[in-house]
């Protein structure tokens, strides 16, 4: 008679190492909306990137995302993956909130909060 448990057990080892990496990682899904979560981010920061360029030309903070000839960024103004447009909101003279509809909850390292916005003040010359 053959023993089959040492076939069984790592069997059985293997699943659960599986099973771990998933739970650990979030598996294929999680890794698609991280992707989507850091494009929506990038395009933010060149929506932040075209603002602020324009405020240092116009010596004040607008909402207006139109490329001009001296801050030629055009920056995407939509959701690539829902087609909803990316919210710009000046909040004070110096300071814009720019906001996406995030599918993963912030982490904290991009500064995002929990509504999908950030906030950035600028510094006028």
């Known amino acids: 008679m053959v023993r089959r448990w040492p076939v069984w057990a790592l069997t059985a080892l293997s699943l659960a190492v599986l099973a771990a990496g998933l739970a ?16 929506r981010s990038m395009d933010l920061s060149g929506i932040q990137g075209l603002l602020i360029c324009k405020a240092h030309q116009d010596r004040r903070l607008g909402t207006d995302p139109t490329p001009t000839e001296a801050c030629p960024m055009t920056p995407r103004l939509a959701d690539p993956f829902t087609a909803a447009p990316y919210r710009i909101e000046l909040i004070a003279p110096d300071t814009i909130r720019l906001c996406a509809a995030f ?11 929990e509504s999908g916005c950030i906030i950035q003040q600028v510094t006028l010359p």
Do not use: I, N, S
């Open 24 to 39: 650990a990682t979030g598996g294929p899904a999680q890794g698609r909306a991280e992707r989507r979560d850091q494009t």
């Open 103 to 113: 599918e993963l909850p912030p982490r904290g390292d991009g500064g995002f909060d």
